[in-house]
């Protein structure tokens, strides 16, 4: 079974839609993570949280926003999709009692947005 | 602000060639470093990671040094596999006050290996 699930897989939209991208893990770890991937730039983060009640914003939050349900689970939401938008979306999590904060990724959500 | 390096790609190689791909850093202390391996189609896996200087790091035959006099982190493989054609990514975590543990990445290596 998979540590860290991302739903959905794949996803094509339109511009101007609202689009939630969801996270879940079974590692039992505080921290989570949202990532964009592009070709030629690496990974950026996109936000970040500690805990249910501590998010950040990571270097590239515009036109995001993301919720902590619970500890297991991670939304990033795009609320009005715009084409530069499309990317590989990866959701990330760490132990933070056992550094160097080493984190493990989700499968990743290819989005489209046209 | 921090930063990862690595030189561009792609980078072919024929089956049981020597791999080299150069990461360096900067940084403003004493980060750890991390090299991740992201197969086609999937998400990125921990290959290896080193947290002090002279620190070397090694998993499946790869090995990386935390060399804190060159700021390097190279990634090493004696002879590469088919198996082993995949995006190869550097990252340092940041250490700084505020202990984030967010990871900074390089820009990616890709690696091919033919039979």
């Known amino acids: 079974d998979a540590d860290v699930t991302q739903t959905p897989r794949n996803r094509i939209t339109k511009t101007g839609k609202r689009i939630m991208l969801e996270c879940s893990q079974t590692?039992?770890?505080?921290?989570m993570y949202w990532y964009r991937q592009d070709p030629g730039l690496g990974l950026r983060l996109i936000y970040y949280?500690?805990?249910?009640?501590?998010?950040n914003k990571g270097e590239i939050s515009d036109g995001y926003s993301v919720s902590r349900q619970a500890q297991a689970k991670f939304s990033l939401s795009l609320e009005s999709a715009i084409p530069n938008q499309t990317a590989l979306y990866f959701c990330?999590?760490?132990?933070?009692?056992?550094?160097?904060?080493?984190?493990?990724f989700g499968p990743g959500t290819r989005l489209t947005v046209l | 602000g921090d930063s990862v390096t690595q030189m561009e790609g792609p980078v072919t190689l024929s089956e049981e060639a020597c791999l080299t791909i150069?990461?360096?850093?900067?940084?403003?202390?004493?980060?750890?470093l991390f090299w991740y391996v992201q197969y086609p189609g999937e998400g990125l896996q921990l290959l290896l990671k080193?947290?002090?200087?002279?620190d070397k790091g090694s998993n499946k035959g790869f090995e990386a040094t935390y060399r804190k006099e060159t700021t390097s982190f190279h990634l090493e493989k004696g002879s590469v596999q088919v198996s082993d054609s995949a995006v190869y990514f550097c990252?340092?975590?940041?250490?700084?006050?505020?202990?984030?543990?967010?990871?900074?990445f390089g820009q990616g290596t890709t690696l091919q290996v033919k039979p």
């Open positions: 080193a947290t002090k200087a002279d």
């Open positions: 990330a999590t760490s132990d933070s009692s056992r550094p160097p904060d080493t984190q493990y």
């Open positions: 990252a340092l975590s940041d250490r700084s006050s505020s202990n984030t543990g967010k990871l900074i």
């Open positions: 150069n990461c360096t850093y900067t940084a403003t202390g004493y980060p750890s």
């Open positions: 949280s500690f805990d249910v009640k501590d998010i």
């Open positions: 590692k039992g770890h505080d921290r």
